[in-house]
């Protein structure tokens, strides 16, 4: 293999789960298989959902092999070994998701499955769109319980609003759904655990009610009313016409974004990867003797063995989601 390390465009990983729509193809032009599209799995590192990359001298490979064979050169010396850390997606919730929580450290050591902390941040699109975190002050299992038998729990669900541009941590044992119109990007650990705790009294694709897992739940909720805020982006510097802004940061990863109104010289200290999302305009990234053109909607990787990378704006200015552990970020 070629050992000169350079940017990475993998294949979208499509999921059409019941409450997915076409979103991805009328707002980023994909070319989508039939059915509705509920995610895009941009970076993924999931036997069930493999990103294999698609362009350059890798074509053909996938992310594991990579991650096996180049180690603290793509993930970063801060990434624990043997898998890449994160999974990245495009949510398009065409209708409601069902009410769902993820295990924490804790949960998932006692019941099993992997640990899943995400964010979600609004894509271009509704001027507002609404989601779901955590309970309202004074729910307890209880009363949990019964609202879930009685088809009443959204009254204890907390409803949030979020802006084109604006983020919300969703730490694992919180409850939490998606409502129907929204576009998220999502950053999240690499994990595919969700206790499903109600689903709307939909039925599946089969006619019967999907699975639900209320045991494993309500073991993994944290009880009590924790305050949940709205990140909101913030400038950190200005430099010519570009701009360097923070959205979000946690214990797993680093969401910032930058504003490119001209080519930006971008360098790494080889502690994480860069994970790229172009949200806005179309940009070119050049490194390691190669260059690859993302879109408006499309996501690419720079391993955090290659020190020095630029972004350069196609045709216009051009926003560009910047993710990475946190420590590097």
Known sequence: MDPTLH???????????????????????RQLPPGGIAESWEISDRPEGMSVVDRGPWAGRSLHD????????LIGSVAPPG???????????AARTSVQVHPDEAAAAKLGGEPKTEMWYALPGPPRQRVFAGLRSGANRQGFEKAVRTGALESLLHPMDLAPGEALLVAGGRVHAIE????????QQNSDTTFRVYDWERAGRDGFPRELHLAQALETIRWGHVPVYVARPRRLEERGKNSRWDILSGLHFHVGRLELGEASTETHDGRSFHALFVERGGIEVLGGGETLALATGESGLIPAGLSEYSLRPAAGPASVIVISLPAAG
């Open 66 to 73: 990579l991650v096996e064979e180049l180690g603290p050169a």
């Open 7 to 29: 940017p990475l465009h993998f294949r979208p990983v499509y999921r059409d789960y019941l409450w997915g729509g076409r979103r991805l193809a009328e707002v980023f032009h």
């Open 180 to 187: 129907a119109g929204c576009l998220l990007l999502e950053v």
């Open 83 to 93: 898998r890449f850390p994160l999974l990245i997606k495009v949510i398009d919730a």
